[in-house]
C-alpha cells in the first residue's frame, strides 16, 4: 500500500510539472499567434463593414486635420442645400 501511495505522489507532481511545462509553452505560442489573431479579426471586420474599411484607409491616406475638415465642409453645404429646399417648399409672403 505505501508503495503505491508513494509512486501516486511521484506521478502528481510529474504530471505537476509537466503542466507547468505546458502551460509555459502555450504562453509562447498565445503570443506568437496574437498578430495572426489581430489579422484575422481585421480581415473579419473588413468583410462585414466595408463602408467602415473605406473610411479608415482615406483617414489614414489623408489625415485625421484634412478628413475632419472636408467633413465639416461637407456638413456646412448640406445644411445650406437643407435651408435652401425648405426656403423653396416654404417661401415667405
Same mark, same amino acid.
Given at each position: ?5 508513494? +509512486? ?6 510529474? &504530471?505537476? $510539472?509537466?503542466?507547468? =511545462? !505546458? @502551460? /509555459? ?18 480581415? +473579419? ?6 463602408? &467602415?474599411? $473605406?473610411?479608415?484607409? =482615406? !483617414? @489614414? /491616406? ?32
Amino acid at each position: 500500500m505505501r508503495a503505491i501511495a508513494e +509512486r501516486r505522489r511521484v506521478l502528481v507532481a510529474r &504530471a505537476e $510539472v509537466e503542466r507547468g =511545462a !505546458l @502551460a /509555459a509553452q502555450a504562453a509562447r505560442l498565445r503570443e506568437s499567434l496574437a498578430f495572426a489573431d489581430l489579422a484575422v479579426r481585421g480581415y +473579419r471586420l473588413a468583410r462585414s463593414h466595408p463602408l &467602415a474599411l $473605406v473610411m479608415t484607409a =482615406a !483617414l @489614414a /491616406a489623408a489625415g485625421p486635420g484634412k478628413w475632419l475638415r472636408q467633413c465639416y465642409r461637407a456638413g456646412l453645404i448640406v445644411l445650406g442645400v437643407l435651408r435652401l429646399v425648405k426656403s423653396f417648399k416654404h417661401p415667405r409672403s
